[in-house]
T-cell receptor, first 113, second 111 residues
């Protein structure tokens, strides 16, 4: 069974530019989560999809972040316009409706210069 | 989420058992205890979870006290590859809930 995949693995952009991160969850997993870890800080929750619906977006930092999961399969997280403080590692995780554990992807390291 | 408290760091000799404690004195009756670990900069890896009974899988054992106010993750034969930050988490709902990561315990396995 393929795990959670994320693309790209690294992204370096300039302040003010736009970046889109993609997450492909484990096939059949209805729950999809985005987390991020900024330098020196703990991993923080961003939002949770159940299929294509946003179940909980309480962790989204501001309206420069837009997450979508059209069709309930893969998800994208767009940052527009990017700011320096958006630098960090963005993790995606998925879980099925029956299991309690979340499976994480390898993360996307975003650097905003 | 129930607040969890873990030691900042621990050392363990390779081949010995690593016992990582976690206090969760405010845990409620339906809150599970999850353990994850993060090796270097990789994504967190699920290890084990439990409610009130002790649990064992191919990676570790989880011992939960009868009053559920604390638990211990046991890696029976630690290897160098087990060096990681271990997180004890008790989300406030039983299923499909966001995870709140703290600083965890940094386990260093040495030769």
């Amino acid at each position: 069974e393929a795990g959670v995949t994320q693309f790209p693995s690294h992204s370096v952009i300039e302040k003010g530019q736009t970046v889109t991160l993609r997450c492909d969850p484990i096939s059949g997993h209805d729950n999809l989560y985005w987390y991020r870890r900024v330098m020196g800080k703990e991993i923080k929750f961003l939002l949770h999809f159940v299929k294509e619906s946003k179940q909980d977006e309480s962790g989204m930092p501001n309206n420069r972040f837009l997450a979508e999961r059209t069709g309930g399969t893969y998800s994208t997280l767009k940052v527009q316009p990017a700011e320096l403080e958006d630098s960090g590692v963005y993790f995606c995780a998925s879980s099925s409706g029956l299991e309690l554990e979340q499976y994480f992807g390898p993360g996307t390291r975003l650097t905003v210069t | 989420d129930a607040k969890t408290t873990q030691p900042t760091s621990m050392d363990c000799a390779e081949g010995r058992a690593a016992n990582l404690p976690c206090n969760h004195s405010t845990i409620s009756g339906n809150e599970y205890v999850y353990w994850y670990r993060q090796i270097h900069s990789q994504g967190p890896q699920y290890i084990i979870h439990g409610l009130k009974n002790n649990e064992t899988n191919e990676m570790a054992s989880l011992i939960i006290t009868e009053d559920r106010k604390s638990s211990t993750l046991i890696l029976p034969h630690a290897t160098l590859r087990d060096t990681a930050v271990y997180h004890c988490i008790a989300p406030n709902t039983g299923t499909a809930s966001k995870l709140t990561f703290g600083t965890g315990t940094r386990l260093q396995v040495t030769l």
